[in-house]
């Protein structure tokens, strides 16, 4: 609790930089604390309940115009927290946790505003990122990825998969795959939000050593993607 009495945000203006980075902060700590705890996990469960529905406020709203008590909850704790999970992932822990600690070092004992913010993690990261700014902070969109299809076929001593991800949502994000090869064996692939930002579909094509049983989008979890049903190929049975 200590982190909004260090850097002074306005949080009657913008919430989400005093109890959302906080929150987010919490649960790193107790994550690591109690590896068997998922804090986010309940943190993003809460967003998840609201997102993209009419119930849903903007984080960059002023605070005391959130309306309704479980809206400014979502907006101030829990989607925030979600949000800098995703882009925790997105950055990769070691530079985005390099980022936060720059950004405590420059506002220690000062009044950042939201810009200060994102400045700082674009700075240290090295990279433009307002196509993640935008979506989450400034409005409701969604995050929905989803595997469509699904094709393999004999390559040398394994096979060719062609997997094709659909962005069903509003906001663009990683993607974070996971290939289960027959004998449980697996593969990752990491496609950058810049490579298919803009685009409805991307297709993602690699040589794998065995036939493929499972592709899974975001397998543990790491972004508040609206509908996990469509993350996986073959379709679980309901």
Do not use: C
């Amino acid at each position: 609790m200590w982190f909004p009495m260090m850097v002074g945000s306005n949080e009657t203006v913008y919430a989400w930089m005093d109890e959302g980075l906080t929150t987010f902060i919490e649960s790193l700590a107790v994550a690591r604390l109690f590896p068997e705890e998922r804090p986010q996990a309940a943190e993003t469960r809460r967003y998840l309940a609201i997102a993209g529905s009419e119930n849903e406020t903007e984080m960059m709203r002023h605070a005391d115009l959130y309306g309704r008590f479980g809206n400014r909850d979502v907006a101030s704790y829990s989607k925030p927290s979600a949000v800098l999970t995703a882009l925790r992932h997105t950055l990769g822990p070691e530079v985005f946790d390099r980022a936060m600690r720059e950004y405590l070092r420059r506002w220690l004992n000062r009044h950042p505003m939201p810009h200060d913010f994102f400045q700082t993690i674009e700075n240290v990261a090295g990279r433009d990122l307002d196509w993640f700014w935008y979506p989450w902070f400034y409005t409701t969109r969604v995050l929905d990825q989803a595997v469509s299809t699904v094709a393999q076929e004999p390559a040398g001593s394994g096979y060719r998969v062609t997997v094709v991800v659909s962005d069903a949502g509003e906001i663009p994000m990683l993607i974070d795959l996971k290939l289960t090869l027959v004998g449980g064996g697996a593969l990752r692939a990491r496609v950058d939000a810049d490579a298919w930002r803009g685009l409805h579909e991307y297709t993602f094509r690699s040589d794998v050593p065995g036939r493929v049983v499972q592709v899974e989008l975001d397998p543990e979890g790491h972004f508040p993607d609206v509908n996990r049903e469509n993350n996986v190929w073959p379709a679980r049975r309901r």
